[in-house]
């Protein structure tokens, strides 16, 4: 029986709670909120899942680097000094860090960065993304992530070339388009977040996943296309 606790009392930790009851093969040992004492939970737990906010992560990865207890981390706008500190986590412990925990993601990113890999520079690369009127940062962390993919497998930097197109309305969970365009040609690769349930399921595979595995820092391509 694998032992979790969930970093982050809001409603994706509440979820990723209530998805943990359904599994044969894990368990909940708790629910941390910021202001609890931290390191008992990740001592009784085999991993931690952690969807807090940015603050809460600094004291998540502190305990993780003294206490060596696998993570999994949802948790995007990490700052470059929060990153460090996720680096410093990794070499204590295994870390699956992603900006987006779900499956079909992990898997359009594999498809776009071999496409782009295949296709290279003489197809234009348009993403674009539609997100809930909540969400503040635009491009999205994911709709980044796929850009940054893109950018790699054609010998970029950062996004290179790649261009995004945002739009924030009403609740939508997260749409992605990424659009590869040359003078004769378009190819469109899509994914589309009906629930952020998806987010749990995807948390809880690489929770699953990451148990066992040495110290170092991981993707959900790693939990999905690891042989």
Known sequence: MIRVAVAGAGRM??????????????????????????APLL????????????????????????????????????????????DHAAAAAPVVYDRNMSLGVAVLEHSVREAARSL????????????????????????LKLGEAVAAARGE????SVTFESERRGE??????????????????GHSVTTRQVFADGAIRAARWVVGKPAGRFLMRDVLFDN
């Open 13 to 38: 930790g509440q979820a990723i709670a209530a998805a943990l009851e359904k599994q044969d093969d894990m368990e909940l040992v708790g629910l941390w909120g910021r202001g609890d004492d931290l």
């Open 43 to 86: 001592q009784a737990a085999d991993v931690v899942i952690d969807f807090s906010l940015p603050a809460g992560t600094e004291q998540v990865l502190a305990a993780v680097a003294r206490l060596g207890t696998p993570l999994v981390c949802g948790v995007s706008g990490l700052s470059e000094e929060q990153m460090t500190a996720l």
């Open 120 to 143: 290279g520079t003489d197809f234009a690369v348009e993403i674009k993304e539609v997100h809930h009127v909540h969400k503040k940062d635009a491009p999205s962390g994911t709709a």
């Open 157 to 160: 930097q950062g996004t290179g």
């Open 172 to 189: 939508v969970p997260g749409d992605h388009e990424v659009v590869m365009r040359s003078p004769t040609e378009t190819l469109t690769f």
